[in-house]
């Protein structure tokens, strides 16, 4: 549930549906809280229309914040798939791991020096709209805006991993340790720390009738703690996939169907057989296709002795396919994205084996475990 609405500097961005929720909800705790005890003694709508304005201004802070993020990964030759803007703030959605702890560093850092250059930009202009004698209604939001960006920053600067504060506090570590799983795994601890520390703080403030900080405690500690944990394995399986080709995982001898076959003989004659979840289709060992459970379970009972695969099975135009030189961790990429549970690995246009999600797991496991 979201919209993309279009590119910025070439990386696109999503606003996601929370996010409405998230410029109501800053609106109205501006307009009944902060605004009123801030500038006193102005009308209700006056109140409304600083809130919607500040909340604009904060999400655009927010956005300005996480393009400087992809701006450099982008420019150091990391891809970046895209920008999500949602109600807890933004994500920059950077495909690969940075190869080396300096760019990592500068990567995380951007942020924050961002948004202090932000406040400082909004509250020179605060100033000079002072000196003009300018609406409140401009000069509110500015005030707010230089706030809102110095907290960002400063908030983004916890050592708590994956805010950026805990992607210098690993590059730090990474540099000095040599070891990226190493210095992972401390900067998730903090980071899983602090957020359990944000979510008791945040019952705290409910217990004390705080309501809507004490939510906003919780909700973004729960979010910060989700980040850190897939952050974390996320890390780990590209650390550990590191140069592992498809090649060398593959399954070589695949047992393939002819496109002719019944369905009802595939059934008897392989799936029964073989624990697999599919198998690739073929006509004068030529790959025409996958035919999975999936493709299977479409097909009425009774009509199994009348159909044939190459008419149920997913054909390869529609298929997405490894090559053998592929590394291990793009082929788990393409088939999470796809939800996909298996690639045939064509080379040459023959088809030359199998890889499964299963293979590329079980090759995550022993090189874990045996890296101790
Ligand atoms: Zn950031």
């Given at each position: 549930?979201?919209?993309?609405?279009?590119?910025?500097?070439?990386?696109?961005?999503?606003?996601?549906?929370?996010?409405?929720?998230?410029?109501?909800?800053?609106?109205?705790?501006l307009?009944v809280?902060?605004?009123?005890?801030e500038?006193?003694?102005?009308?209700?709508?006056?109140y409304?229309?600083?809130g919607?304005?500040?909340?604009?201004?904060?999400?655009?802070?927010?956005?300005?914040?996480?393009?400087?993020?992809?701006?450099?990964?982008?420019?150091?030759?990391?891809?970046?798939?895209?920008?999500?803007l949602?109600?807890?703030?933004?994500?920059?959605?950077?495909?690969?791991?940075?190869?080396?702890?300096?760019?990592?560093?500068?990567m995380?850092?951007a942020?924050p020096?961002?948004?202090?250059?932000?406040?400082?930009?909004?509250?020179?202009?605060q100033?000079?709209?002072?000196?003009?004698?300018?609406?409140?209604v401009?000069?509110?939001?500015?005030?707010?805006?230089?706030?809102?960006?110095v907290?960002?920053?400063?908030?983004?600067?916890?050592?708590?991993?994956?805010?950026?504060?805990?992607?210098?506090?690993?590059?730090?570590?990474?540099?000095?340790?040599?070891?990226?799983?190493?210095?992972?795994?401390?900067?998730?601890?903090?980071?899983?720390?602090?957020a359990?520390?944000?979510?008791?703080g945040?019952?705290?403030?409910?217990?004390?009738?705080?309501?809507?900080?004490?939510?906003?405690?919780?909700?973004?500690?729960?979010?910060?703690?989700?980040?850190?944990?897939?952050?974390?394995?996320?890390?780990?399986i590209?650390e550990?996939?590191?140069?592992?080709?498809?090649r060398?995982?593959?399954?070589?001898?695949?047992?393939?169907?002819?496109?002719?076959?019944?369905?009802?003989?595939?059934?008897?004659?392989?799936?029964?057989?073989?624990?697999?979840?599919?198998f690739?289709?073929?006509?004068?060992?030529?790959?025409?296709?996958?035919v999975t459970?999936?493709?299977?379970?479409k097909?009425?009972?009774?009509?199994?002795?009348?159909?044939?695969?190459?008419?149920?099975?997913?054909p390869?135009?529609?298929l997405?396919c490894?090559?053998?030189?592929?590394?291990?961790?793009?082929?788990?990429?393409?088939?999470?994205k796809?939800?996909?549970?298996?690639?045939?690995?064509?080379?040459?246009?023959?088809?030359v084996?199998?890889?499964?999600?299963?293979?590329?797991l079980?090759?995550?496991?022993?090189?874990?475990?045996?890296?101790?």
């Amino acid at each position: 549930m979201s919209i993309r609405i279009g590119r910025l500097l070439g990386v696109p961005l999503i606003l996601h549906y929370t996010l409405i929720l998230g410029v109501l909800l800053i609106t109205w705790t501006l307009t009944v809280g902060y605004l009123p005890s801030e500038y006193p003694g102005l009308a209700s709508a006056t109140y409304w229309l600083i809130g919607a304005i500040a909340a604009i201004v904060l999400f655009t802070s927010v956005l300005i914040h996480e393009l400087a993020h992809s701006y450099i990964a982008k420019k150091s030759g990391l891809p970046v798939r895209r920008i999500v803007l949602f109600i807890f703030g933004g994500v920059s959605e950077i495909e690969e791991e940075p190869k080396e702890a300096n760019l990592e560093f500068k990567m995380a850092l951007a942020g924050p020096l961002t948004s202090f250059g932000i406040a400082l930009v909004l509250w020179l202009f605060q100033y000079g709209a002072l000196a003009l004698r300018a609406s409140v209604v401009i000069v509110a939001p500015l005030e707010y805006g230089a706030y809102i960006n110095v907290l960002l920053g400063g908030f983004n600067l916890v050592p708590a991993f994956p805010l950026d504060g805990g992607r210098i506090l690993r590059a730090g570590i990474w540099r000095w340790k040599k070891d990226l799983i190493k210095a992972t795994r401390i900067a998730t601890r903090v980071g899983v720390v602090f957020a359990y520390l944000m979510i008791f703080g945040g019952f705290m403030f409910l217990i004390g009738g705080v309501f809507i900080s004490g939510l906003w405690f919780i909700l973004i500690g729960w979010f910060l703690k989700n980040g850190a944990e897939s952050s974390y394995r996320q890390t780990i399986i590209s650390e550990a996939l590191t140069g592992v080709s498809i090649r060398e995982i593959m399954t070589r001898d695949v047992h393939t169907v002819d496109a002719d076959t019944s369905v009802k003989d595939v059934v008897e004659t392989h799936f029964t057989q073989y624990k697999h979840g599919g198998f690739p289709v073929e006509k004068d060992s030529r790959l025409l296709g996958l035919v999975t459970l999936e493709d299977i379970r479409k097909i009425p009972r009774e009509k199994w002795q009348e159909t044939k695969v190459g008419d149920v099975m997913t054909p390869c135009e529609k298929l997405k396919c490894a090559s053998p030189d592929e590394l291990a961790v793009d082929a788990l990429m393409k088939m999470s994205k796809q939800e996909i549970g298996r690639l045939p690995v064509q080379e040459d246009g023959k088809l030359v084996g199998i890889v499964t999600r299963g293979d590329i797991l079980h090759t995550i496991r022993v090189r874990t475990e045996l890296k101790g």
